[in-house]
């Protein structure tokens, strides 16, 4: 598991952003391409939020234990 002090700084980094994301912002973060957005909530790596039609959200804080559980692997 991350450290706290690691977790602290990426929320830091990344405070301009809501705490409600769109795929948009998701991809600026985490600097992926949508499809590959897409391809981690479809395998349930990053949860998305009850959505209406089209718009899906993502928590930022789900975002930021993605970063740490990327960093963590590799």
């Known amino acids: ?19 409600v994301l769109t795929v948009k912002q998701v991809c600026e973060i985490m600097k992926l391409k949508p499809t590959r957005v897409y391809g ?10 009850e959505h209406c039609g089209r ?6 804080e789900d975002v930021i234990d993605a970063l740490i559980a990327h960093k ?3």
């Open 1 to 19: 598991m991350a450290s706290d002090p690691t977790k602290k700084t990426l929320k830091s980094n990344y405070r301009k952003y809501p705490p």
């Open 40 to 49: 981690m909530i479809q395998r349930g790596e990053l949860q998305k939020i």
């Open 55 to 60: 718009h899906i959200r993502v928590l930022k």
């Open 72 to 74: 963590n692997k590799g």
